[in-house]
Structures are given as structure tokens and as C-alpha cells.
């Protein structure tokens, strides 16, 4: 994936953000890539859409981008297949695809470390990520390779067998807790930020609270924060600005984030 990088721009000190760059063979494995203006980034973040596997599309966050890109990091977006043309693996396998084709171009991002970040169902992929192994290993990548993961909204408690579209999408986990964040929590995963509206009607709060529980009670490392007066589309709205009044999610962000890399480093 690295030569199609560079065909499709080249990469001068200060690179130019790129669109629609391949990171596998179909048509949903497509990827949008944001840059910060100035250095190298602190990190680089790779955000998952939302949509319920359903819907979504990485063309719509250029301004949750620019969010980050001010704050010194750079961005991946990536598509991925949804259903009913894609169902539960699918999505996974792209996602851990779309990671590889970071990791293998690090070197254009100056060695930063990556960060894992996602809204409702890409909050939910990402943390399978994390706390399933096999996705990133069937590339050769351990999920502590991911510095971190920030799950925006997700809903990490669901039981798809309660629901009829989720019955479907998801008919293929075997057995069924394998798509469960909440049943494969273990210890010593990837640090995690778990970031939730208190008025979130969608996926609500205690997806969260219960996921940050049962982390911590592994001994892993897990930071939960609960915006009151939020919905489960206005806490993403909130990283924009000009809405950054309504919860200060890109500053916990930011900071979750150094706090990790110090951590690190201790």
C-alpha cells in the first residue's frame, strides 16, 4: 500500500492532505488522510465513522479533522463496507486492514504513534480492536501496538441477538459474545478513553460506565467521562467549532492522549 501513497501525491515537509487512497482492492477500502500544517504530528489518529454498519462515509469529517490536524496530529479516515452488502466480520477485517495500511506508512507520518478513535458503531470496532486480538494479528500487528483507543458514544453492551437488524448483521459471530466488547474485556489491554452524552437516547450511557467498570476491575487502564446534557450526536458535533461550548471533549481528547504517551514513556 505504500507505493500507492505515493502515487497519489507526493510527500513534501509539509504534505498536502490526500483523498480516496486505496487501502485494499474494493470499493468501501478507501481512506482519507489529513495532515497538520506545521512538524510532525504528535500523533496520528485513526477515526471510525458511526451509522450502525448501515450508513456513514469518511467525506463527512473533514471538520472533526481539522479539529485535530490545529492540535498537532494527523487524521485517517477510512470507509469501510457496510451492510447489507458487508456483514460482522467484514467490517472488522476492513478495519484492521485500513490500520495496516497505517502502520506500513509510518514513515510518512514520522514514526508517530497511533491512536484508535471512533463513533457509535466505529467506537464499537474499535474497541474489538483492541480487545480482540486476531483481527490485528492476522496482519501481523499486536493490538498493543495501538497506543490507545478513544470510543466516542459506542455501544459496547449490545446483545445483537435483541434486536432484528442486528440479528442479521451480526448472525455470523461465533459465538455470539465475539462481537461484544463487553464479553471480551481481559487485562492488560490497550489504554482506553471512553467519552458518553448523558442524554444519549441511542446507545446509551451505561454501554460506557460498564465497559470502564469492567476494564478497570481487569487492571486495565480505562478513563471514562459522562457529558451531561448531551445526545449521541451532539457530543461528535462538540470537537467542531463553534460547539466546543457544549462539552469539552477535544481537550480530554488531547489530554487522554498525552497522559498515554507520558505513561509511556515513565
Do not use: C
Not at 487501502?23 to 478507501?30: C, I, P, S, V
Not at 448501515?54 to 467525506?59: D, E, F, P
Not at 459506542?154 to 435483541?162: I, L, R, S
Not at 470537537?239 to 514513556?265: M, P
Amino acid at each position: 500500500m505504500e507505493r500507492v501513497f505515493q502515487e497519489e501525491a507526493s510527500i513534501p515537509s509539509k504534505p498536502a492532505d490526500l483523498r480516496h487512497v486505496p487501502y485494499g482492492a474494493l470499493q468501501r477500502q478507501k481512506l482519507d488522510v489529513y495532515f497538520p500544517k506545521d512538524g510532525t504530528p504528535r500523533a496520528v489518529i485513526v477515526f471510525f465513522h458511526g451509522g450502525g454498519w448501515t450508513s456513514g462515509n469518511k467525506r463527512i469529517y473533514p471538520l472533526l479533522a481539522a479539529a485535530f490536524t490545529g492540535r498537532g496530529y494527523a487524521v485517517v479516515v477510512p470507509n469501510y463496507r457496510l451492510y447489507p452488502s458487508a456483514r460482522f466480520p467484514d467490517f472488522m477485517e476492513d478495519a484492521a486492514l485500513a490500520i495496516k495500511w497505517t502502520d506500513d506508512n509510518r514513515g510518512h507520518f514520522g514514526g508517530a504513534p497511533m491512536f484508535v478513535m471512533g463513533h457509535s458503531a466505529g467506537a464499537h470496532i474499535g474497541a474489538l480492536l483492541a480487545l480482540d486480538p486476531s483481527y490485528l494479528r492476522a496482519h501481523g500487528i499486536e493490538p498493543s501496538h495501538l497506543r490507545g483507543i478513544i470510543g466516542i458514544a459506542g455501544p459496547y453492551t449490545m446483545n445483537p441477538a435483541k434486536w432484528p437488524i442486528m440479528r442479521d448483521i451480526f448472525a455470523a459471530a461465533s459465538p455470539p459474545e465475539s462481537a461484544r466488547p463487553i464479553k471480551l474485556v481481559r487485562e492488560q489491554t490497550v489504554p482506553m478513553l471512553l467519552l458518553h452524552g448523558a442524554y444519549d437516547r441511542v446507545a446509551k450511557e451505561a454501554n460506557s460506565t460498564r465497559l470502564a467498570e469492567a476494564l478497570k476491575n481487569a487492571g486495565s487502564v480505562a478513563e471514562l467521562k459522562v457529558y451531561p446534557r448531551i445526545g449521541h450526536f451532539e457530543i461528535l458535533l462538540a470537537f467542531v467549532w463553534g460547539w466546543r461550548w457544549r462539552a469539552k471533549v477535544l481537550d480530554d481528547v488531547d489530554a487522554f492522549i498525552k497522559r498515554t504517551l507520558e505513561r509511556r514513556h515513565a
